[in-house]
């Protein structure tokens, strides 16, 4: 379970942060079917197999956080024997996942109650956390108009338009990433998740920046939604972003030529007018 959750995580199969968190949470429970002779060795195996669940993807603070916090936890149970250490760490899952679900819920809740009737926005990407504050503010009556960027080369949009169109209420458009500044105008808002919040700086997926320097000229306010999970105030978190295959952007041959493909983007804070959490609403 472990090894084929990493290899989700790198394939980037889920595109929620908050997801795949849980996921690599989850995965810690196979350990218990394990036999280990000390707990020291049980504690090493559980280290080195939540390293690998971090290792998997580098720029998802909250799967760094919960997975650190789960190691801690354990740790810090002083456990004497095997049996207590897997009891402390099944206790630390359920803990860490039950938190990220509450602050994800919280969060979403605080975003929909900022969504007027008749609203028009534009948002990125993919974010469970955001389609399900659409989805509470659409059941309370709600109507919205939602521009999504295709969010290339992956597509990821295109995930994000199939299911706000299962939504009352709600009227879905797909557009190109390049045609965001085309429609910005028309819209009241900028909406995105994160997949983290470091040193001023808002990570997400590529394409972040341009729309949000492109509604910053145009005068449309950007708002950020997510847990505060994935806001990092204190160190041992360093986002890495990374560059992906260049087969997701031309099938073609690249002789003479580099492909750039970066996974994220880095957005100044000073373009966002509100982050949404859990905690409720901040202005950078």
Do not use: W
Request: charged residues 25%.
């Amino acid at each position: 379970m472990i090894d084929e959750t990493v290899a989700e995580i790198e394939a980037m199969q889920t595109h929620s942060s908050s997801v795949v968190a849980v996921k690599a949470a989850n995965a810690l429970r196979e350990l218990a079917d394990r036999e280990y002779p000390t707990v020291s060795e049980y504690l090493r195996d559980l280290e080195h197999n939540s390293n690998a669940l971090r290792r998997a993807n580098p720029s998802h603070a909250s799967l760094h956080t919960t997975q650190r916090d789960i190691v801690t936890a354990v740790d810090e149970s002083n456990p004497d024997t095997v049996a207590d250490a897997v009891a402390a760490t099944e206790d630390a899952i359920d803990r860490v996942v039950d938190e990220v679900m509450t602050a994800k819920e919280d969060a979403a809740v605080a975003a929909a109650e900022r969504f007027e009737d008749g609203d028009t926005i534009l948002t990125h990407d993919y974010s469970s956390t955001l389609l399900e504050a659409i989805e509470l503010a659409a059941r309370d009556g709600v109507h919205l108009d939602v521009y999504v960027t295709e969010a290339r080369p992956r597509y990821i949009g295109r995930k994000t338009v199939r299911t706000l169109a299962g939504i009352d209420r709600v009227t879905p458009h797909l557009l190109t990433d390049a045609a965001a500044g085309h429609i910005l105008d028309s819209c009241d808002r900028v909406v995105v998740g994160m997949t983290c919040i470091v040193d001023e700086q808002l990570y997400n997926r590529v394409g972040t920046l341009p729309i949000a320097a492109t509604a910053g000229e145009l005068e449309v306010p950007m708002t950020v939604v997510g847990s505060s999970t994935k806001i990092i105030d204190e160190g041992g978190f360093a986002f890495q972003n990374e560059n992906r295959s260049a087969t997701e952007v031309i099938r073609e041959p690249t002789e003479g030529f580099e492909v750039v493909n970066p996974t994220y983007d880095a957005t100044p804070l000073h373009l966002v007018d509100t982050v949404v959490t859990d905690e409720g609403v901040e202005r950078p």
